[in-house]
């Protein structure tokens, strides 16, 4: 019988610690006043994260087409995610205008 390797405990651990954490936060933001402003932020950060993050391993890295495919599946994700945010945070006013 294998043994229970404690560094994967511990990861498993704190995987499902975030996962509560990051949950009730989310809970507590939707249902505040700051929701829809906190949200598009968010993803806006997540947005520039998957295209700069993408574009990045796509020049750095000389990977096969398939790996290459799935890389430029993220950035279109990114480029999506950031332009449903920001189409909502303008027609939603906030820019003060």
């Given at each position: 019988m294998k043994s229970f390797d404690t560094s994967k405990g511990?990861?498993?651990s704190s995987a499902v610690?975030?996962?509560?954490?990051?949950?009730f936060m989310t809970r507590r933001v939707f249902f505040s006043a700051?929701?829809?402003i906190v949200v598009d932020y968010?993803?806006?950060a997540a947005g520039i994260f998957l295209m700069g993050e993408g574009l990045w391993k796509i020049?750095?890295?000389n990977d096969t087409f398939?790996?290459?495919?799935?890389?430029?599946l993220r950035i279109s994700t990114g480029v999506c995610i950031f332009t449903i945010h920001l189409l909502q945070f303008v027609?939603?006013?906030?820019?003060?205008g």
């Amino acid at each position: 019988m294998k043994s229970f390797d404690t560094s994967k405990g511990l990861l498993l651990s704190s995987a499902v610690l975030i996962c509560t954490f990051a949950f009730f936060m989310t809970r507590r933001v939707f249902f505040s006043a700051s929701g829809p402003i906190v949200v598009d932020y968010w993803a806006f950060a997540a947005g520039i994260f998957l295209m700069g993050e993408g574009l990045w391993k796509i020049f750095n890295y000389n990977d096969t087409f398939l790996i290459n495919f799935f890389r430029l599946l993220r950035i279109s994700t990114g480029v999506c995610i950031f332009t449903i945010h920001l189409l909502q945070f303008v027609r939603d006013n906030r820019l003060g205008g």
